[in-house]
């Protein structure tokens, strides 16, 4: 069965501060998506990353895989309050065919 | 363009009681998907539609949970007999053609079940 973890589940940061999320998943895929969900509302995609030693970056936000790992990571650079929200790590592997397996979160709360 | 839509955003029902949850996804998406998603969790995965048929019902948690999607677009979710511990926000995700195309989410339908 597909176990993805993430860590800290819970993350307070100073604006302007970097900090890392990561995400282990317990079998091997080379599929790994990244989403954001604000309080009430639904999940926005940031991130696919299909392959190992993907980077992707967008703004204050950059992920990364490595499938070899089975570990993918979120790296927050000079975070800014507007980045407050849970985001989640979601993997899919061919043998499920397009079903995603969802971490718990991690529930970023960035203060001024 | 239009995203995911999801009807009612809220449903209040008594246990025992039978719900319909609509979601109709992006023009054009083929692949429809529907997760449920309990307070401080993460999704998780009931159902994924390819066109007209379920390709994959396996999360489904038990024969009291059935959806339809009988023209390869607006998708129905039902729930007979429901019990307290159904209570959480139903989520639909659709996308381009399955695989590796990214899951683009609904709102939501929250379902409480009294």
């Known amino acids: 069965e597909l176990k993805v973890e993430q860590n800290p589940l819970f993350l307070s940061m100073q604006e302007g501060k970097n900090y890392t999320i990561y995400c282990n998943y317990s079998?091997?895929?080379?599929?790994l998506y990244w989403y954001r969900q604000d309080p009430g509302k639904s999940l926005e995609s940031l991130f696919v990353?299909?392959?190992?030693?993907a980077v992707k970056q967008e703004g204050r936000l950059m992920a990364s895989l490595d499938t070899k790992a089975r570990l993918s990571t979120l790296h927050i650079t000079a975070a800014v309050h507007d980045l407050s929200a849970t985001y989640f790590c979601?993997?899919?592997?061919?043998?499920?065919?397009?079903?995603?397996?969802f971490g718990e979160g991690t529930q970023l709360t960035v203060n001024p | 363009g239009a995203g995911v839509s999801q009807t009612p955003s809220n449903k209040v029902t008594e246990k025992g009681k039978y719900v319909e949850l609509r979601c109709d996804p992006i023009?054009?998406?083929?692949?429809l998907y529907w997760y449920r998603q309990s307070l401080g969790q993460g999704p998780e995965f009931l159902i994924y539609?390819?066109?007209?048929?379920?390709?994959?019902d396996s999360g489904l948690p038990n024969d009291r949970f059935f959806a339809v999607r009988p023209e390869g677009s607006v998708s129905t979710l039902k729930i007979q007999r429901t019990e307290r511990g159904d209570s959480a926000v139903y989520l639909c995700?659709?996308?381009?053609?399955?695989?590796?195309?990214?899951?683009?989410f609904g709102p939501g339908t929250r379902l409480t079940v009294l």
């Open positions: 979601a993997v899919d592997i061919k043998t499920s065919g397009s079903r995603l397996t």
């Open positions: 990353l299909l392959s190992n030693g």
């Open positions: 539609f390819q066109g007209t048929g379920a390709a994959d």
């Open positions: 023009s054009g998406h083929t692949a």
């Open positions: 995700a659709s996308s381009l053609g399955g695989g590796v195309d990214t899951q683009y």
């Open positions: 079998t091997t895929s080379d599929r």
